[in-house]
């Protein structure tokens, strides 16, 4: 691996949050601006919410396939490729006069996004040396903790005070500057080749990821009757079946899931998934809280939940001392417990409870989180050579789709449930409900850790105290 100096190892973390900021902020800014964009283009909020569809649907589609055309063409290569698509989808999202226009363009916009995230990660963990890696994790995950915070405000302050074509005009520059900043900065490392594409695999995984994504997507947002979903849901499930069988009859597939068998990898997995459906329905629930139930606007109740935001970057700085001094294992476990009892503390909050308790309550759970993803993102990559970077990057990002729908369509599940059964509306019981489930899901994040060596990830964490077991 390079020797790449430390300046470059500051600055590179920095060119690759920037973009994967642009493609997180973009994902959830919409959400916020749909009535206005409805009422412009001549169609309803709920129609327009299979714009919202298919962007995660191409992201299921191809990034299972991101691996191997890294591997094929050059990360660096690939990066650049897809900043450019996502921008040129972001301008064909300004310019749409029609529903049609408008999901085509978003689908187009997910096609980058679905290149910038796992690309990006593999980037910077072959760029990186072990030692440095929780250190650029902790700015590397931060887009990903910022962008549900920041987006619906910044969406309700541009469709308030601008236009709502603003939200996807604004990634132009960006997008220029990503483009030029990687081209000058990135390091264009090269890997083994990869082979011929494994296309019955890619057809396969796109169908399985795609299949459950939109389905879940379906039945939490109902665009589409829910019947739609569950049976879509059901066809994702059978292609994973079939998946499986061909990758075990396959010398080299699309995915293989094979690296399940290393122990650091599959804890790191199963961990992540199982936070991350507690981190996708918080942020979907709490501003349905703030607004059907305090009564506050959208811009108010995103200011509220920013303080989320503010404990994710102050962690940025502590990540690293705290793995130094805990290990992988206890940090893991810790904060998954600490993350999830602090979305729990969220079932406590009725109109009265004052503004600073519950930002406090938020503070702390975005220091949780960040601490929780930082090391976890970083542990995946601990017991994995440079060759299966790009395997390990692929499985990642596919399973953080699946896991962040999984968790909306959750909350979104528990609220439907509850209306129907008890035969009332959205109260603050229905979503103190809501909040004590997920956080019971999150919690379950620690268990995969806790049979791990306190040795584990030593290298990358730089942990060296208590590692007997």
């Known amino acids: 691996m390079?020797?790449?100096?430390?300046?470059?190892?500051?600055?590179?973390?920095?060119?690759?949050?920037?973009?994967?900021?642009?493609?997180?902020?973009?994902?959830?800014?919409?959400?916020?601006?749909?009535?206005?964009?409805?009422?412009d283009i001549g169609t309803s909020p709920i129609a327009l919410k299979l714009a919202l569809t298919a962007y995660f649907v191409a992201l299921a589609i191809f990034i299972p396939v991101s691996g191997w055309m890294a591997d094929r063409y050059g990360a660096k290569r690939i990066f650049r490729i897809?900043?450019?698509?996502?921008?040129?989808?972001?301008?064909?999202?300004?310019?749409?006069?029609?529903?049609?226009?408008?999901?085509?363009?978003?689908?187009?916009?997910?096609?980058?996004?679905?290149?910038?995230?796992?690309?990006?990660?593999?980037?910077?963990?072959?760029?990186?040396?072990?030692a440095d890696l929780v250190r650029a994790m902790a700015w590397l995950t931060i887009p990903a903790l910022l962008g549900p915070f920041f987006g619906p405000p910044l969406g309700g302050f541009i469709t308030t005070y601008a236009s709502w074509h603003w939200i996807f005009i604004i990634n132009l520059p960006i997008g220029v500057a990503g483009i030029l900043l990687s081209g000058r900065y990135l390091p264009d490392i090269r890997a083994a080749a990869p082979g011929e594409i494994d296309w019955r695999g890619f057809a396969l995984a796109g169908l399985a990821a795609s299949g459950v994504v939109f389905g879940l997507s379906v039945v939490s947002l109902p665009a589409l009757p829910?019947?739609?979903?569950?049976?879509?849901i059901a066809g994702g499930l059978a292609a994973s079946l079939l998946y499986l069988r061909h990758a075990r009859a396959t010398p080299k597939p699309l995915l293989d899931l094979r690296m399940l068998e290393n122990k650091t990898f599959r804890a790191s997995i199963a961990g992540l998934t199982l936070f991350r459906i507690g981190s996708g329905?918080?942020?979907?629930?709490?501003?349905?809280?703030?607004?059907?139930?305090?009564?506050?606007?959208?811009?108010?109740?995103?200011?509220?939940?920013?303080?989320?935001?503010?404990?994710?970057l102050i962690m940025k700085f502590l990540a690293a001392p705290l793995l130094k001094t805990f290990g992988f294992r206890s940090a893991l476990a810790v904060s998954a417990l600490a993350g999830g009892g602090l979305i729990a503390a969220a079932?406590?909050?009725?109109?009265?409870?004052?503004?600073l308790g519950i930002l406090a309550v938020l503070l702390a759970g975005g220091l949780a989180r960040?601490?929780?993803?930082?090391?976890?993102?970083?542990?995946?990559?601990?017991d994995i050579d440079d060759a299966a970077a790009s395997q390990a990057t692929a499985m990642t990002s596919v399973t953080q789709q699946i896991s962040i729908a999984l968790g909306v369509a959750l909350a979104g599940g528990i609220l439907e449930a509850y209306t129907a059964l008890s035969g009332e509306t959205l109260d603050a019981t229905s979503f103190a409900i809501a909040f004590v489930i997920v956080s019971l899901v999150t919690m379950s994040a620690a268990i995969p850790f806790l049979g791990l060596d306190r040795a584990t990830g030593q290298s990358v964490s730089g942990h060296r105290r208590g590692v007997a077991r």
Do not use: H
């Open 347 to 355: 079932a406590l909050f009725t109109p009265q409870t004052p503004y």
């Open 370 to 382: 960040s601490l929780f993803f930082t090391s976890a993102n970083a542990l995946v990559f601990a």
């Open 82 to 130: 897809a900043i450019a698509i996502f921008v040129a989808g972001s301008l064909a999202c300004a310019g749409a006069g029609t529903l049609t226009e408008f999901v085509a363009a978003r689908f187009l916009q997910g096609m980058g996004g679905a290149m910038m995230t796992p690309v990006g990660r593999l980037l910077l963990v072959r760029a990186t040396p072990k």
């Open 2 to 39: 390079p020797a790449w100096s430390r300046p470059l190892n500051r600055i590179l973390p920095l060119i690759l949050a920037v973009a994967l900021f642009m493609e997180q902020m973009d994902s959830t800014v919409i959400a916020t601006s749909l009535p206005a964009i409805a009422a």
């Open 281 to 312: 329905a918080t942020p979907f629930l709490l501003p349905l809280l703030f607004q059907l139930v305090f009564g506050l606007n959208p811009f108010q109740s995103g200011l509220i939940t920013f303080a989320g935001a503010g404990g994710a």
């Open 226 to 232: 829910p019947m739609v979903g569950v049976a879509t």
